[in-house]
């Protein structure tokens, strides 16, 4: 890839400004399109030159237009034209105002011709390095966008626990015939170790606790459990526990059943809470036995939507 392409007519000798850049070692590539031919963009390819240098015809605005047209799709390419006649005030404001970065005079100063092609390298490469940090910035700013968003939800669900947790306590001190182990449990994981670990914490808090370790077999033991909360893993072998919520709601044998599920996944909250999805809360797994601790105190909190 070069930095330079002077284009025009086969018969442009660009007042010998290729002779200038080959005696000063600068690569250059020569286009024998006119910057006004409909073909100019696509002639340059993939990778477009950091500064073109043009005719621009006194009276003629095409060129003008042209070069317009192919910063808005290349924003960082400067433009340069080369004129044999003075240029009306109002024609180079025009210019300038629409991207042109220089006028080159006939006869050409050397020094000057060659010190203004350089500048307009530099500029482009500055633009484009401005407009990658921008880009960056974009990406940040949209992870972050994702972050406040999944705090926002997560601080309205902490609202939402702690008034379940007064209500519990409520309760819990004036029901003194509530009961954990009429509350039935059904819990689904494709993972041996998983289900026993659970099971066995759930089961400790007086809970009534079914396993089975797909989507499938969940499904087949509805009626037979009659569940009153489900915890799923969000990945199971036939499907996802997203998916096995919404079969489980539409289940004429067990609608009303809280639907728990458990992921990894912390960024996957928002989908899994998705409204209409037929889940009724996520817990997040955490790396240490805390979290046990955190999904038996959800299933309680669940029990009380029964």
């Given at each position: 890839?070069?930095?330079?392409?002077?284009?025009?007519?086969?018969?442009?000798?660009?007042?010998?400004?290729?002779?200038?850049?080959?005696?000063?070692?600068?690569?250059?590539?020569?286009?024998?399109?006119?910057?006004?031919?409909?073909?100019f963009?696509?002639?340059q390819?993939?990778?477009?030159?950091?500064?073109?240098?043009?005719?621009?015809?006194?009276?003629?605005?095409a060129?003008?237009?042209?070069m317009?047209?192919?910063?808005?799709?290349?924003?960082?390419?400067q433009?340069?034209?080369?004129?044999?006649?003075?240029?009306?005030?109002?024609?180079?404001?025009?210019?300038?105002?629409?991207?042109?970065?220089?006028i080159?005079?006939?006869?050409?100063?050397?020094?000057?011709?060659?010190?203004?092609?350089?500048?307009?390298?530099?500029?482009?490469?500055?633009?484009?390095?401005?407009?990658?940090?921008?880009?960056?910035?974009?990406?940040?700013?949209?992870?972050?966008?994702?972050?406040?968003?999944?705090?926002?939800?997560d601080?309205?669900?902490?609202?939402?626990?702690?008034?379940?947790l007064?209500?519990?306590?409520?309760?819990?001190l004036?029901?003194?015939?509530?009961?954990?182990?009429?509350?039935?449990?059904l819990?689904?994981?494709?993972?041996?170790?998983?289900?026993?670990?659970?099971?066995?914490?759930?089961?400790?808090?007086g809970?009534?606790?079914?396993t089975?370790?797909?989507?499938?077999?969940?499904?087949s033991?509805?009626?037979?459990?009659k569940?009153?909360?489900?915890?799923?893993?969000?990945?199971?072998?036939?499907?996802?526990?997203?998916?096995?919520?919404?079969?489980?709601?539409?289940?004429?044998?067990?609608?009303?059943?809280?639907?728990?599920?458990?992921?990894?996944?912390?960024?996957?909250?928002?989908?899994?809470?998705?409204?209409?999805?037929?889940?009724?809360?996520?817990?997040?797994?955490?790396?240490?036995?805390?979290?046990?601790?955190?999904?038996?105190?959800?299933?309680?909190?669940?029990?009380?939507?029964?």
């Amino acid at each position: 890839m070069t930095d330079i392409t002077l284009a025009g007519s086969e018969s442009e000798t660009f007042g010998g400004l290729g002779a200038v850049l080959e005696e000063k070692g600068e690569p250059y590539r020569r286009l024998n399109l006119e910057l006004t031919d409909p073909r100019f963009f696509e002639a340059q390819g993939e990778d477009f030159p950091a500064t073109i240098v043009a005719r621009f015809h006194e009276g003629d605005l095409a060129s003008i237009k042209a070069m317009q047209s192919y910063r808005l799709k290349k924003p960082c390419a400067q433009f340069i034209f080369l004129t044999n006649k003075p240029i009306s005030t109002p024609v180079l404001t025009l210019m300038f105002n629409e991207g042109a970065f220089g006028i080159l005079e006939e006869p050409i100063a050397k020094e000057s011709a060659l010190l203004l092609v350089r500048q307009a390298i530099k500029k482009s490469k500055w633009d484009m390095d401005e407009l990658a940090r921008g880009e960056e910035l974009a990406q940040i700013n949209k992870a972050l966008q994702g972050k406040l968003d999944r705090l926002e939800t997560d601080q309205s669900r902490l609202r939402e626990i702690v008034d379940q947790l007064e209500r519990m306590l409520i309760k819990t001190l004036s029901d003194k015939l509530f009961k954990a182990s009429r509350v039935k449990i059904l819990l689904v994981s494709a993972s041996d170790y998983q289900r026993n670990v659970l099971s066995e914490e759930i089961g400790k808090a007086g809970f009534n606790v079914t396993t089975c370790k797909d989507g499938k077999e969940a499904m087949s033991l509805l009626k037979k459990v009659k569940p009153n909360i489900v915890v799923s893993d969000l990945e199971l072998d036939d499907m996802s526990g997203v998916e096995l919520a919404a079969n489980i709601k539409s289940d004429a044998s067990n609608p009303n059943a809280h639907y728990i599920v458990i992921t990894s996944s912390p960024e996957k909250a928002p989908y899994i809470m998705a409204p209409g999805g037929g889940v009724d809360d996520c817990v997040v797994k955490q790396t240490s036995g805390k979290s046990h601790y955190q999904l038996v105190a959800r299933i309680a909190l669940g029990a009380l939507n029964l």
